[in-house]
Nanobody
Framework: QVQLVESGGGLVQPGGSLRLSCAAS????????MGWHRQAPGKERELVAT???????NYADSVKDRFTISSDNAKNTLYLQMNSLKPEDTAVYYC?????????WGQGTQVTVSS
């Protein structure tokens, strides 16, 4: 059974940083295309960043040069380093794993950027 468990969310002031983690079990993340998405209240879920099995990364324009996606294959964990956070980054952040015709999602972690 695939499980993706996000952690690391919280309340942070504008300009601050957070690192989100997504611990995976039941899959080997190196073999999947992994990603972070987010959903703000009243808005659709949107792509934040992805990383492929070949370590190729892709970012939404709104987070380029501020967020970094990475993975630790030994820990089977995906990360999202978020710097220079803005109030508009407030959302529930979800990780997902795409492969073999399936998409698996975590339960999400809340990030709130506010003074």
């Amino acid at each position: 059974q695939v499980q993706l468990v996000e952690s690391g969310g919280g309340l942070v002031q504008p300009g601050g940083s957070l690192r989100l983690s997504c611990a995976a079990s039941g899959i080997i993340i190196k073999l999947y295309k992994m990603g972070w998405h987010r959903q703000a209240p009243g808005k659709e879920r949107e792509l934040v960043a992805t990383i492929t099995s070949g370590d190729s990364t892709n970012y939404a324009d709104s987070v380029k040069d501020r967020f970094t996606i990475s993975s630790d294959n030994a820990k089977n964990t995906l990360y999202l380093q978020m710097n220079s956070l803005k109030p508009e980054d407030t959302a529930v952040y979800y990780c997902n794993a795409v492969g073999w015709g399936k998409i698996n999602w975590g339960q999400g972690t809340q990030v709130t950027v506010s003074s």
